[in-house]
């Protein structure tokens, strides 16, 4: 397949105006969504966020888009809630640069302190076998997969449910989290920056992937689940302090919700 120029219109979504950057042909309608400048209290931002489509995609679509990602510098994200907040400009876009000022472990160790600072200390017992004492990370999963064969199959899983295609200048899905603004988790964690350097983590170390976004979820695509219930414990600890109500509102307690997740190819998350 011969390689396709940007359009004008996703041009705009590059600092350095997307020169030498191709898509394959046939991207379906779209526009680019700025940021409401009502909703981010700032001035409106030189470039848009990002680019979505018109109508929904299938999951072939997305997987196109991410073969084509070191082509084009486009990462492809499933649009949940297309109206809000995505179309409405619900979003506050983030510089990527700031992602490296952070560390996955940084963040769960304050997560952790803060959280167990504030718990009944007969509610620790949710946190067991760990307690008060924060883990640190887990150790690596074991590849069972390509990383983006699996995506490619999560995309397959989550498109029926109707969403539109998104499109962001990112050099990786974790990245696209910060630069198209997303607020999903703002309940949680007023800043989506620090949130992106522990997605960025578990895309070394699990081989994640971001495939879809909503307004208060995401679904990462997942190569290198933990394979034993001690390993899958220790990645619980960590989904905690990123997502509390996945633990909190599901199982319960973390041996409840390892049990969810080992050998699981997707993580998917949900903030109240």
């Not at 084509?68 to 649009?79: D, E, K, N």
């Not at 999963?141 to 499109?167: F, H």
Request: with cysteine; aromatic share 10%.
């Amino acid at each position: 397949m011969d390689d396709h120029q940007l359009p004008p219109e996703l041009c705009q979504l590059f600092a350095d105006g997307g020169g030498g950057r191709g898509l394959p042909p046939g991207l379906p309608a779209g526009d680019v969504v700025w940021p409401d400048p009502a909703y981010t209290r700032q001035i409106v931002p030189a470039r848009p966020a990002f680019w979505m489509s018109d109508e929904p995609a299938a999951g072939e679509d997305w997987s196109l888009m991410r073969t084509w990602h070191r082509h084009s510098g486009l990462w492809p994200v499933l649009l949940d809630e297309s109206a809000q907040p995505w179309a409405i400009g619900q979003i506050v876009p983030d510089d990527p640069m700031l992602i490296g000022h952070f560390t996955a472990e940084g963040f769960m160790t304050e997560v952790w302190q803060e959280w167990v600072s504030q718990m009944p200390r007969d509610a620790l017992a949710e946190l067991e076998p760990f307690g008060g004492l924060c883990p640190g990370l887990a150790p690596p999963g074991v590849p069972r997969a390509e990383p983006g064969d699996v995506a490619d199959w999560l995309a397959r899983e989550l498109a029926p449910k109707g969403m539109p295609l998104g499109l962001v200048a990112a050099g990786r899905g974790a990245d696209a989290l910060a630069v198209m603004g997303w607020q999903g988790a703002l309940h949680h964690n007023e800043w989506m920056v620090p949130m992106a350097a522990v997605v960025r983590s578990w895309e070394d170390r699990f081989g994640a992937r971001v495939v879809s976004v909503g307004f208060n979820t995401l679904d990462l695509s997942v190569a290198a689940p933990p394979a034993d219930i001690e390993h899958a414990l220790h990645v619980a600890a960590e989904h905690w302090t990123f997502c509390p109500d996945n633990v909190v509102q599901g199982p319960g307690d973390l041996q409840g919700y390892a049990e969810q997740i080992l050998g699981a190819y997707a993580w998917s998350f949900w903030w109240d």
